[in-house]
């Protein structure tokens, strides 16, 4: 197994930037690809972005791309997704997942909130 903690979230202006991170721990060999989602109140949880663990090509949603950045560091088994240009839009939990090679996300942190004002 593979466990997750998320940190970094709180409040901001919109426009503003924050940094999330997610640490793994346990079976980090086991993983091929780190997602982060997100999921507002009454919503449905949407991606928001992935990175290939090994090789860190990353893929992002439309609703973030070119103001979100997901990078990873392998020795610290920690991806972190740099969030800039931040609007009230963004605000929700966000959380990290791992995906192994051929499975979906099977591992998910607890979540962290991001709060973005007006």
């Known amino acids: 197994q593979v466990q997750l903690v998320e940190s970094g979230g709180g409040l901001v202006q919109a426009g503003g930037s924050l940094r999330l991170s997610c640490a793994a721990s346990?079976?980090?060999?086991?993983?091929?690809?780190m997602g982060w989602f997100r999921q507002a109140p009454g919503k449905e949880r949407e991606f928001v972005g992935s990175?290939?663990?090994?090789?860190?090509?990353?893929v992002y949603a439309d609703s973030v791309k070119g103001r979100f950045t997901i990078s990873r560091d392998n020795a610290k088994n920690t991806v972190t997704l740099q969030m800039n240009s931040l609007k009230p839009e963004d605000t929700a939990v966000y959380l990290c997942?791992?995906?192994?090679?051929?499975?979906?996300?099977?591992?998910w942190g607890q979540g962290t909130q991001v709060t973005v004002s007006s």
């Open positions: 990175v290939i663990w090994s090789g860190g090509s990353t």
């Open positions: 346990g079976r980090t060999v086991s993983i091929y690809r």
């Open positions: 997942a791992v995906a192994r090679v051929f499975q979906g996300y099977e591992y």
